[in-house]
């Protein structure tokens, strides 16, 4: 049964803290054990209150947990289309304990979390409510505040509270590491007729080929930027300017911001230009193979980097898609004929530099293996296989990227993995993984009971009739 209880823990964490804060800050892994192993030993008599006074129902630390805390987590997950049915008033002040632990021992590790960032995530979740609602106003009034103002002050606090916790379970969950006899004693111990079982997985290459820019247009995006800079630097906000103007989707909304280290996985140009900048600095116009971009370091805390950025990509003309379009094609006909393998074309002709020296083959981002099962591939990738036959190679597909960067590519599969039971040797990937998860999990748990027994805890009235996963009570 030890494996079936870890999937129904991951499963439960995954579904409630998601729901809980929609699709921000889901956790790294599936560590805690909330939902599912909570029950009331004595059911809450809430019913028959003609009107709830709100008030302070726990202390975690310096945090307080309202009663009206409780309702609004509700309220989050009945706007995200989840069901509370199953979910019991004490489940829930579960969770917002363990929540409010993980923020209480950041402060206490000094895990700091900047002005900056808060104001990202805050531009960033209004705007996926305002999508959503259509207006601000109305979100304001879902959270009865009474103005924009005095709703953002609000959820500020909230940002704070949830990414200094995220950063916190971040902290735990990093330091775990496992070895290969950890992850062959936890294969051992599954009995075989509990072993899981891994549906049907196909490894996949492909080869692309960029359209070609003039040297003309690369000359209009630098300037471009050139000017931005120039604005900048006469007083204009850059991070307004990125809004405006930034190709790039993932800090756009939130004026430019990143947060990095030298261990980020950021393409080495953008490091390397991002690490040789003062504070207040703006650098000149860069190329990656995203396009061409200018940093602005906001603040340097140690080996980490606060900083925005604009990208700006070169416009790929007609003429460049046909030719491109030509060149793949040919690469193709002279796979078909024989002249040359899909391997050995990928590692001469293909432009992408992530795939080519292995001969195309694409790592799954997921699970940083070569393997792709079916039920869970991307969409579009799916829609590109699925009716492919064993080394068939597609046609040339014309693809556009998150960024609108436009390239061709030929796809072909190059093995497949039926449904099969569990083997070590076969899927020792996703054995590592859950046993990984295991042991995560495993120091989650020991982690609260040690801060548990050295913090301040306080619940109160009916709510200690409640039975937790973890020892709030201190009984």
């Known amino acids: 049964m030890l494996l079936k209880k870890l999937q129904l823990k991951t499963i439960d964490y995954k579904l409630v803290l998601t729901m809980c804060f929609l699709f921000f800050f889901n956790s790294i892994i599936s560590a805690q054990e909330i939902i599912k192993d909570t029950v009331i030993q004595k059911p809450l008599q809430l019913s028959g209150q003609k009107q709830k006074i709100d008030g302070i129902i726990a202390n975690v630390g310096d945090y307080i947990v309202l009663d009206s805390d409780i309702d609004k987590a509700y309220l989050e997950i009945t706007a995200s ?6 979910i019991t008033r004490c489940q829930m002040l579960g969770k917002l304990l363990e929540d409010k632990l993980y923020a209480h021992q950041a402060i206490q590790d000094s895990i700091v ?6 104001r990202g995530m805050m531009d960033d979740r209004l705007n996926y409510m305002i999508q959503q609602v259509g207006d601000i106003n109305k979100v304001v009034a879902y959270y009865k505040k009474n103005s924009v103002e005095e709703f953002k002050t609000y959820f500020s606090d909230i940002l704070k509270e949830q990414k200094l916790a995220s950063e916190m379970t971040k902290k735990i969950v990093d330091a775990v590491e496992i070895t290969p006899e950890e992850v062959r004693n936890f294969f051992k111990k599954i009995p075989k007729d509990e072993l899981p079982t891994f549906g049907a997985e196909m490894e996949v290459a492909q080869i692309v080929v960029e359209p070609k820019v003039s040297a003309e247009d690369e000359q209009k995006v630098k300037d471009r930027l050139n000017a931005i800079r120039k604005d900048v630097l006469e007083g204009s906000s850059f991070a307004t300017k990125a809004v405006l103007y930034s190709q790039d989707p993932g800090s756009s909304p939130n004026g430019g911001f990143y947060k990095m280290t030298r261990k980020t996985p950021f393409v080495k140009e953008f490091k390397d230009v991002a690490f040789s900048l003062g504070e207040g600095e703006i650098s000149e116009p860069f190329k990656t193979n995203f396009g061409y971009h200018i940093i602005m370091v906001d603040k340097i805390k140690g080996q980490e980097v606060e900083l925005r950025h604009i990208l700006i990509a070169p416009t790929v003309s007609e003429t460049a898609l046909k030719d491109a379009k030509e060149r793949i094609t040919n690469i193709r006909n002279k796979i078909e004929n024989k002249e040359i393998t899909f391997a050995e074309a990928a590692r ?6 992530e795939t080519r020296a292995n001969g195309g083959t694409l790592i799954n981002p997921n699970t940083q293996d070569t393997r792709f099962e079916l039920t869970k591939m991307d969409p579009t ?7 492919l036959k064993d080394n068939e190679v597609s046609q040339p597909i014309l693809n556009t990227d998150d960024k609108g960067k436009k390239t061709y590519k030929l796809i072909t599969i190059t093995n497949r993995i039926d449904a099969h039971t569990a083997d070590y040797a076969k899927d020792y990937t996703k054995i590592k993984e859950l046993a990984l998860k295991e042991k995560q999990i495993t120091t989650i748990s020991k982690w609260f009971d040690t801060k548990i027994k050295d913090t301040y805890i306080k619940i109160i009235g009916e709510y200690r009739d409640c ?3 973890y020892n709030w009570l201190k009984k």
């Open 467 to 469: 039975n937790f996963v």
């Open 348 to 353: 001469t002709e293909s432009d992408e530099k």
């Open 381 to 387: 990738l799916y829609s590109q296989v699925s009716n």
């Open 81 to 86: 289309g989840g069901s509370t049915k199953d």
């Open 113 to 118: 979390v900047s002005d900056a960032e808060i």
